[in-house]
């Protein structure tokens, strides 16, 4: 699962946060404290201060779309997992989640 800084950062992106109902299988929201939690889908008490949405890898790749070109795990001794565009080259990240969302927010930064 993505964490909370890299989703919100998809977010400022404009990667969407809701379905057609208004709802995220998944986000993260603020509490009044300023301190950040996970909550589950259609919770009620989740919808208090900002909510960020956690996409799923078909979440991404729907966004990426013709863009996308793969997604590989690189190197057991670095555990890092690598994606790729032929726009932006080849991106990293520590999960399969976490390269296909960097390879979005470098597409992004270079259009």
């Not at 709802?23 to 301190?35: I, N, V």
């Not at 259609?42 to 078909?58: A, N």
């Not at 690189?74 to 080259?89: D, F, I, M, V, Y």
Request: negative net charge.
């Amino acid at each position: 699962m993505l964490d909370f800084e890299t989703c919100q950062r998809l977010k400022k992106a404009g990667f969407p946060q809701y379905d057609a109902d208004g709802y995220s299988p998944t986000e993260f929201y603020y509490d009044e404290s300023g301190d950040y939690h996970w909550c589950g889908e259609k919770h009620d008490d989740c919808y208090d201060g900002l909510r960020v949405s956690v996409p799923f890898i078909e979440d991404i790749l729907k966004e990426l779309g013709e863009d996308f070109c793969d997604l590989e795990f690189t190197t057991p001794k670095q555990s890092e997992w690598s994606a790729r565009s032929l726009k932006t080259g080849i991106v990293f990240g520590s999960s399969p989640e976490q390269a296909l969302a960097n390879l979005y927010l470098s597409l992004l930064a270079h259009d």
